[in-house]
């Protein structure tokens, strides 16, 4: 049970260390607020699957696992998109302003 506590805390420590790192390398606003949402998302329902997990008999614990993953690489998919789709309109408002006139 000490190795399934100590695996435990790896792994909220990293993805507090990644959700900050995630924060911290927002480059606008709008892409800053929705990391925060999805991380506060993100947190939520882990925690609920956690709780689901640990109160669960065995054989319903593996079965929570496919939609645990399924949902896990929904959101890694959304979140990233997300992100590359605000960057792009940054990016392009960036240069649309670089392109004015100086006159």
Partial sequence: MK???YLLLAVLVFGVF???RSVRRSTSAEERAITIRISAFAWLVGFI?????LFLPNKQR??????AFIF????A?????KRAQLRRATEEQTRLDRMKRVN
């Fill in 62 to 67: 593996v079965i929570l696992m496919i939609p």
């Fill in 72 to 75: 896990v690489v929904s959101l």
């Fill in 49 to 53: 699957f956690l709780a689901a997990f």
């Fill in 18 to 20: 990644r959700t900050h």
């Fill in 77 to 81: 998919k959304f979140w990233r998109d």
């Fill in 3 to 5: 190795i399934a506590i």
